[in-house]
């Protein structure tokens, strides 16, 4: 759609719906050399059914064992090696164009595991080069100084990714806040467009958001097949849930989304080949909701009371661990799991991102 | 956010982003004279999990018969009592302001088919006093006369809603047409920006699209409770089986989506209290997919050559109507069930868009 044909629509519409924006970064395997996350669109196959019986007929009956001893995923390992690669590509950048990502990050407040949050992200960042710039702003800040905060952010050529620290204090409206981030630098994918072009066939989002995309490629990472799996997801927040759901469905999995309303969601999660728990709630899920053999990918992350710990607290995910060690064939720890993938994603956006402002391609 | 606080990023994003543009008219129960279906905002529950045998504890365990006799729910019936309503708020709109809504539909080549649903487009727009415009463009047009077309629509302030009637011929690229729709114009709702409103709760897309839309109002109007319930949706097209259960999901069904790459769509199908079937295979789905008492939604309108029609075919669903009838609590048929729902919500969005257009409300 060149600009001559379509004056008015081009004017209402952002830079990234313009000259192709979407369709330019889509087809490019960006993430070959970094992730064994394909493109979605490379995943785009044609729904042919067959007839009834025949599908029968390809009916794999699962043989499970009770006696598993499930196999870890080591998010933490699995992370590094990504990082790893990643540190690597923002070297090659910046030998040969001189320039590298910059990832702005805005914490609000001084919520003790937010702290925690942005360290780790610091941390990460500085590790593969990335350059950071962080805004802390009070408690009781308004909501036109985090504003004010993004725009210079969204304003600013030399960023590019934002990410606002969640959650954010009460009296600030996070949904108008963080649709306030220019789509370009939404490195955390949340926008409805990005989601949408995430559930849609044919279509390719400028970001996936960092928790399902880490939890895909742990399951890729660890050989484990996706497609044709009965996938269920506890939990359908904008931000982990859904998209977490979507994804699955992009990779071919038959996806079931629990969530409060559900009745007997212990029968239909004992279902799945793949379950996926994003419900927030320590020990949701006990040996009576596994089907011996599933794969478990716990992103729960609850702290619990430690005085003992050096922040006062430590993490525990949705599913009981050592009762699912002993019916999964194989799952995510809490921690080490999914939340050092999610740090890693993040980075890996924070990178497409740059590659896409800089033109940038080997 | 204000223009002045945001000035780069309001130039960039078109102007339904702007100006509160979408809460300008999420909050608005439009909906409320016409349609049963309330806004998806008004929805949106927390969840909040209880304990796993407390939710055991409220399992209504459903005893089903196998003497049913379906109900067969009279899309066509439903579909005039929602055209009547749509008709005279249009005649209200022409009394109060001088005005009416203005649908404008391109046509391309001379598929038979295509030519009843237009024609059906057309009837159904004179009916409810619509204003239709349409363009004719011959088999072979290239992309930039469809375009072309698209875009005098695009501008004219007059029309208020655009419809592209699919399939397109094969040389033509259905998705960046489909794209070129300006985004208040767009009463298919087929945008990746709707689909992402659509899915996420706490948003509410500009239009849904009318075929999932109409499923729903079809549920709502016979009385049929969407909480809670299992509902397995066969196909995960963008245009009716992606929609359709996320908009299932907005309702706080537990939604399973199966599609070609599913093992055993069959047994999963069995599962299901309301069963959607939009796959586009004829007699798909047999007696033995479905649940005693279960809700059957046929989305499939599978042309059949039938040399005594007056068309030279005839409609079938992917529903094997017959068997169906005894083993179902209610059911659509094919034709007279989703089709003529469709027609209206198509209708039933162009108003909602001309209401915007005009700002009017009683």
Redesign the interface.
């Known amino acids: 759609?060149s600009r001559r044909?379509?004056p008015?629509?081009a004017a209402?519409?952002?830079?990234w719906?313009r000259k192709n924006f979407l369709a330019q970064y889509t087809s490019r395997a960006f993430s070959s050399q970094i992730l064994k996350s394909p493109s979605l669109l490379s995943l785009d196959?044609?729904?042919?059914?067959?007839?009834?019986s025949k599908?029968?007929d390809?009916?794999?009956i699962q043989e499970c064992s009770n006696n598993w001893t499930a196999e870890i995923i080591d998010g933490k390992a699995i992370a590094e090696g990504i990082r790893s690669r990643i540190a690597s590509e923002v070297r090659q950048m910046k030998e040969l164009i001189g320039e590298v990502p910059s990832l702005a990050v805005i914490l609000v407040g001084q919520r003790r595991d937010s702290q925690t949050y942005v360290r780790n992200k610091i941390i990460a960042s500085e590790e593969v080069g990335i350059r950071l710039k962080m805004i802390g702003l009070p408690e009781n800040c308004t909501e036109?100084e985090v504003?004010?905060a993004l725009?210079r952010f969204?304003?600013d050529p030399s960023i590019h990714g934002i990410l606002v620290q969640l959650p954010l204090p009460q009296h600030l409206d996070e949904?108008?806040i963080l649709?306030?981030i220019?789509l370009e630098k939404d490195v955390d994918g949340f926008?409805?467009?990005?989601?949408?072009?995430?559930?849609?066939?044919?279509?390719e989002p400028l970001f996936i958001p960092c928790t399902p995309k880490g939890c895909i490629e742990l399951l890729l990472q660890s050989g484990i097949e996706i497609?044709?799996k009965?996938a269920v997801v506890i939990?359908?927040?904008?931000i982990v849930g859904?998209p977490k759901s979507?994804l699955l469905?992009r990779h071919?999995a038959?996806?079931?989304?629990?969530?409060?309303?559900?009745?007997?969601?212990?029968k239909?999660a004992r279902e799945a080949d793949i379950l996926v728990t994003a419900?927030?709630?320590p020990n949701?899920v006990?040996a009576?909701?596994l089907k011996p053999g599933a794969v478990i990918v716990d992103v729960g992350t609850n702290p619990v009371e430690d005085p003992r710990s050096e922040y006062g607290y430590h993490l525990i995910g949705d599913v009981c661990f050592d009762e699912a060690t002993r019916i999964a064939s194989a799952i995510t720890p809490v921690p080490g799991g999914v939340g050092p993938m999610t740090v890693a994603m993040l980075l890996y956006n924070t990178l497409e991102s740059a590659r896409r402002a800089f033109k940038f391609t080997y």
């Open positions: 759609m044909m379509f008015v629509v209402l519409q952002p830079i719906l196959r044609a729904d042919s059914w067959c007839s009834a599908q029968s390809h009916l794999a036109s504003c004010n725009c969204n304003e949904a108008k649709n306030a220019s926008h409805p467009l990005n989601i949408g072009s995430l559930a849609m066939q044919g279509m497609t044709g009965k939990g359908r927040s904008n859904l979507l469905q071919h038959t996806v079931t989304v629990l969530h409060a309303f559900t009745k007997n969601p212990e239909i419900a927030g709630v949701l006990r009576s909701w």
